[in-house]
């Protein structure tokens, strides 16, 4: 009873730095695209995706799977084991996501918990017990939900490129276009934001009974599709054009609300699963297999979940949230110099794959700066469709019990657009290329590691108990200690060059000013030579 009490108790604290984790990696991803295109300063990005990520999180569900998409089976184990597992899950969580974020790397906390699971229950409890079909339908679902966002980012970017080209803030083209284009838009985050997200609210059911079901899914999204673009016309029509330079700002930060949102409601279980089990394994006091059974799936009250919300947002304004906002928008950046590493394999692979590229131009804009001298990585239209396909894929993904990475998604539509817009058809495309190669390596990396590790970890919990509480939390220390030291040193080599967008009063108008600003701060790198990590 000594080992549970301990072991409830470390759940609890690490439930707290586990939500901070999530929120430095996964939601750092949410405000990639509206900050990459300038449309807002990153602090105000994070303070409003924040919110919605704190909203989102009271509105989730209240009751919470903790085996995750029935990776194992609890009613098989012990309390001791289960509770091994569930800490297990905290102590690599915790260090494999600090660690990706020290490093610029964005990696999805829906893979890594489902892996953790996988580690720890086939090393404690065998084969039989991990659910391989479940895993498979797991594996499977993030590569599709991959697939799918880049293909349908890619060939939205090129049909709206097509159309608006690079006047997105032109006045007459955007009367032109801009009405279907953000209707269409408009319609996506609708159907993500309310009938997705909000589905088991009571009114939202009552309205897809009586509409959705009862004219067709089709016709609805038609008619809806029609009247936003009625009302965008009506508005620019209305305010004499004066709003049509800023029409795709507007959708960006939309789709950027939605998409926290959603993320507050569909990731929290990944971090507060765990240890709210621990809890309840404690609090319940009934048999072994009970217990175990009880913690499949409990129940959290809207404070508690958005007290968890708080946390993952506050991860969001941390340094090294900021690294991995860098290293995305230099990744997709239609800009032709961008401070990135990629390893030397990754970057001669990148370079065979452009050997077979066409030698066509880039559909993006060409390279600028906006009125305070800040590299536009990408322009308002490309981030409306960032954020909206996003949440588009997550939206049916989650409609059809899906599993879905938001950092998957977001990353995939930000190289998909990218392609659409050839970003990689100039300046240093085998570095933004060679990147993505090394990210989407480190995908494949983190799963195995996350196996390995968990299941190492839950045999050293298990079998010694207290002692091994003690002995994987001063492991976890240490290599957090380690890895902070290596990825502080090179984030000091490689990027002494940094955009300072946070710094309100001295913004910086020539890239000769922005060189000065400190490593330290953490923003999108400007510097016009290579960096290498």
């Known amino acids: 009873m000594t ?20 929120g430095r990696n996964d939601a750092a991803n949410l405000v990639n695209a509206v900050f990459g295109a300038r449309v807002l300063k990153r602090r105000t990005a994070v303070v409003v995706a924040g919110v919605a990520v704190i909203l989102g999180a009271a509105f989730s569900e209240q009751v919470m799977e903790t085996a995750r ?22 102590f690599v969580d915790t260090v494999l996501l600090f660690t990706f974020s020290g490093f610029g790397m964005p990696v999805s906390t829906t893979a890594c918990l489902v892996f953790e699971l996988v580690g720890a229950s086939l090393f404690l409890a065998g084969p039989d017990n991990v659910n391989w079909p479940n895993v498979g339908t797991v594996i499977l679902g993030i590569l599709v939900s991959i697939v799918v966002s880049g293909m349908v980012s890619f060939l939205v970017m090129r049909a709206f490129r097509g159309a608006i080209r690079d006047r997105s803030q032109d006045e007459t083209t955007v ?3 801009g009405p279907w284009i953000v209707g269409a838009m ?25 509409v959705f079901t009862e004219y067709g899914e089709g016709l609805v999204l038609v008619c809806m599709w029609a009247g936003f673009a009625v009302l965008t016309f009506a508005a620019l029509t209305l305010t004499k054009k004066k709003i049509a330079p800023y029409l795709f700002h507007v959708t960006a930060v939309l789709g950027m609300v939605c998409m926290a949102f959603a993320f507050g409601q569909n990731d929290l279980a990944n971090a507060a699963s765990p240890g709210l089990a621990g809890y309840t394994l404690w609090q319940s006091g009934s048999a072994a297999t009970d217990l175990a059974d009880i913690a499949s799936e409990i129940e959290i009250s809207w404070w508690a979940l958005a ?29 032709d110099n961008v401070a990135l590493y990629a390893p030397e394999w990754c970057r001669r692979f990148a370079r065979v794959i452009l050997r077979f590229r066409k030698d066509t131009p880039a559909l993006a804009p060409q390279p600028e700066l906006n009125e305070r001298g800040k590299k536009l ?10 954020t909206a396909v996003s949440g588009s894929v997550i939206a049916f993904s989650s409609g059809h019990g899906l599993p879905v990475s938001t950092t998957y998604v977001a ?6 657009s990218g392609l659409a817009d050839r970003v990689f058809a100039r300046g240093d495309a085998d570095l933004k290329l060679g990147r993505a190669v090394w990210v989407v390596t480190c995908w494949f990396l983190a799963p195995i590691v996350a196996i390995l590790a968990t299941g190492l970890v839950a045999l050293t919990v298990y079998h010694l108990e207290i002692a091994g509480l003690a002995v994987a939390i001063v492991a976890n220390i240490c290599v957090r200690s380690y890895f902070s030291r290596r990825s ?16 309100e009063d001295h913004a910086k108008t020539a890239d000769s000013e922005e060189s000065a600003a400190p490593a330290e701060s953490g923003e999108p790198a400007d510097a016009d030579s290579k960096g290498e990590e």
Request: aromatic share 12%; glycine share 6%.
């Open 175 to 177: 009367m032109l276009h």
């Open 488 to 503: 502080d040193a090179h984030e000091k080599k490689h990027h002494s060059s940094q955009d300072s967008d946070d710094d």
């Open 307 to 335: 007290g968890c919300g708080i946390l993952m947002a506050g991860g969001m304004l941390t340094q090294y949230a900021q690294r991995v906002t860098r290293a995305e928008v230099n990744t997709g950046s239609q800009y």
């Open 69 to 90: 998409k029935g990776i194992f089976d609890p009613k098989v184990l012990t309390v001791q084991m289960a509770l091994a597992i569930y800490i297990s899950v905290y």
């Open 411 to 416: 990353f995939a539509a930000v190289l998909g």
């Open 377 to 386: 990585h990408y322009d308002a239209l490309r981030a409306s469709v960032i």
């Open 186 to 210: 408009l319609t996506w985050l609708t159907w993500f934001m309310v009938f997705k997200g909000l589905k088991h609210v009571s009114i939202v059911k009552t309205f897809k009974t009586e």
């Open 3 to 22: 080992f549970i009490a301990v072991a409830a108790v470390i759940g609890l604290l690490f439930l707290v730095w586990d939500c901070v984790e999530v």
